[in-house]
């Protein structure tokens, strides 16, 4: 007979223990352990006769993905070229952000196209859902809506329907009547997503979850909601800016770098097909430490604005700050300028920030980063035509990036006059190009090029 057995699970992760805990050992979160009732029994051994046998990857049979477009660009980008049938796709992020928006714009355009959909809502009821729909557009043809919150239910409609696409928005109001925690909670989001992927398998349905998110801005529930979906998209942008970045983390059926770039509007999310122009929109000409970096992401090189301000320090101990890239790279590049360079600042305080609410991880703006902070304190202004590539190295050296032709081609198209770029990138092919394109091997001679 199963008996029921206590345990708690981390709120954050999903870290299992037998004990109540201040801190988790997972995610070093505290006061994050809640306690929750999971029924534990003997399981039988013996091997079921329609159990699957093992197949020789030789015989094995592969079939063409099945895609289906969503007629929004940006969004079909970062899933691989479109919806491929019987996955399992998680959209997190901040609250207001835009999962619901997005994914209610791609079943307009779904049910417009002749493709069934059902939208799950836990959240909201029809009329809400309607309301916010009429703002969005007009629905050409009917789209089924079904307001419940009961697994059962919702596995019984998708089964009963000939729905193609699946929305749950969101998982984490989703509960099974057998497990006795409240919606939520790890347990149900852990069984339901199970549920959910076995409907999607077994249909050839396409799913899409909304997930909420922490407080650190990860997908709140067990980490290995995550590791059983098939795709996992992450909306990003502050919620008083009008950009939207749509960011593919995992993807099986794609490539985890591309994002797609989107604009909130009072009639929901328009796609930017040139990014690197609205990010530059309203850049200051002839201030100090404004520079223009260029960072690829995914298929497409992107031009944004990096501003650093640095000032005379009040207190012991200079304060540091960024927004939008990481604050150790930025400490590393200073101490590089400190040691290689000559530049004395031990007693200024600096603040990093990339314009237009991105984030980049890219090494290639390194050197943006050193020349912004190099014009601020001299207080001389970098030319505004003037593009700056290049990774910086401890030694001062400036390393080579990736797919250099494209990122100078990029600058070329938006008008930019020069281009800094690594010695070890330089290519006679660029001579062709209306950019002049200067070529430095250390951090000293690229801030005495600017």
């Not at 909201?124 to 557009?137: D, N, T, V, Y």
């Not at 729905?163 to 939520?184: C, F, H, K, N, R």
Request: charged residues 25%.
């Amino acid at each position: 007979m199963a008996k029921e057995k206590q345990v708690f699970f981390c709120k954050e992760c999903g870290y299992e223990s037998a004990k109540w805990l201040g801190q988790c050992p997972g995610c070093q979160s505290w006061n994050t352990f809640v306690e929750e009732k999971i029924k534990v029994g003997a399981h039988k051994t013996s091997v079921k006769k329609d159990a699957v046998a093992p197949t020789s990857i030789l015989k094995a049979t592969t079939a063409d993905e099945s895609r289906i477009k969503t007629d929004i660009k940006e969004l079909d980008r970062v899933l691989g070229g479109g919806i491929v049938k019987g996955s399992l796709v998680l959209v997190g992020g901040d609250p207001g952000i835009g999962k619901s928006t997005i994914l209610l714009q791609m079943c307009r355009n779904l049910v417009h196209t002749g493709v069934e959909t059902l939208y799950v809502s836990g959240e909201e009821s029809s009329g809400q859902i309607k309301m916010r729909a009429e703002r969005l557009g007009t629905f050409d043809k009917d789209m089924t809506l079904l307001c419940d919150n009961d697994m059962d239910n919702i596995s019984a409609v998708i089964q009963k329907s000939n729905a193609s696409v699946v929305v749950i928005d969101s998982i984490q109001t989703v509960a099974l009547d057998e497990v006795s925690s409240a919606p939520g909670t790890v347990s149900q989001v852990r069984e339901v997503t199970a549920r959910l992927m076995q409907l999607a398998k077994q249909n050839n349905v396409a799913i899409f979850i909304v997930g909420h998110v922490t407080k650190e801005g990860t997908v709140a529930g067990p980490r290995t909601l995550e590791h059983m979906v098939d795709s996992v998209l992450y909306f990003e942008g502050d919620k008083n800016n009008g950009f939207r970045i749509l960011r593919g983390v995992k993807n099986r059926f794609g490539s985890t770098n591309e994002i797609g770039v989107f604009n909130m509007t009072d009639k929901g999310l328009e796609e930017v097909d040139n990014p690197s122009q609205m990010m530059l929109n309203g850049r200051p000409e002839g201030v100090s430490g404004s520079v223009v970096v260029s960072s690829l992401e995914g298929s497409r090189s992107i031009l944004v604005e990096l501003q650093a301000l640095v000032c005379q320090t009040n207190f012991n101990m200079p304060r540091r700050t960024s927004v939008g890239v990481d604050f150790n790279r930025v400490n590393l590049i200073m101490a590089v300028m400190e040691k290689r360079a000559g530049l004395n600042l031990w007693g200024y305080d600096a603040y990093v920030s990339i314009a237009g609410g991105m984030k980049i991880s890219d090494p290639a703006i390194d050197l943006g980063i050193a020349c912004a902070i190099a014009s601020s304190m001299r207080n001389k202004p970098v030319d505004e035509d003037t593009m700056i590539i290049g990774e910086v190295g401890l030694a001062g050296e400036i390393r080579g990036v990736t797919n250099i032709m494209q990122r100078v081609k990029e600058a070329d198209k938006l008008g930019f006059k020069q281009c800094i770029i690594p010695a070890s990138n330089y290519d006679v092919a660029m001579e062709k190009l209306d950019i002049k394109v200067t070529k430095v091997a250390n951090i000293v001679e690229a801030l005495g090029t600017i």
